[in-house]
């Protein structure tokens, strides 16, 4: 998504693999359309954050069971989508790198603006989720959790642990859960399902590098 040299104040970002152009139905009545495939280099991305460090990534990223499914996702992206994706990865690696000469509490409010257009970016990339069996975008049930996933996987070897629920927006989906369940109890018992898996996958880390669940983010100046 951008380039993956860095100082310690930049973010990482996974690169964006072209792999082929596919028919994609989705974009032509008749079914002849076509599109440029895409996927994640999640593993270069783990290796720059290991040469980041110093040494190997202390605990895995997402329980198997999801880093496969993450793995395993393939995009297919149309120039406008290509934009809006490099407009936000690049908002929030500008907005990362500005000075904030301000207390703790005030950088902090300034700095959302990094982890909402990191969701944005992501938003936008797993709406471009592709259905290698159907030729067109995924709609399968699990596509919905796939931004939250995906905003987590990018962010929880490069903030603080106590917030890399928030950023991966969690909070938000657990008070939505409620209202799932009054509409579509099937797919609240999936969302239910997701949060204890990742927030037990959350806890295993204190067994790696305990740490108060409110850390907070630390900026390197």
Known sequence: MLNTEFSKRELAFPHLCFITKVN?????????GTTS??????????RNLAKRIGHDLPYKALPDAYEEQVKSL?????????????????????ERNRSWPYDTMVRDICLNVVAEAIRVAFFLLKDCTY???????????????FDNMLVWRFWVHQTGRGTVWRKADLDHLELLSGYIEE???????????????????ADSWEAHHPSPIDEVEIEVE
């Open 183 to 201: 509409h579509d109890p099937e797919r609240a018992n999936r969302v239910r399902e997701f949060l204890q898996n990742m927030r037990e996958h």
């Open 74 to 94: 393939r995009f297919a992206i149309s120039h406008n989508y290509r934009q809006g994706i490099s407009h936000y990865s690049n908002l929030a690696q500008v």
């Open 24 to 32: 994609f139905s989705s974009w032509s009545n008749a079914g002849k």
């Open 131 to 145: 259905d290698q069996e159907t030729g067109g975008f995924d709609r399968s049930e699990d596509r919905s959790l």
């Open 37 to 46: 495939l895409y996927k994640l280099d999640w593993d270069e991305f783990d």
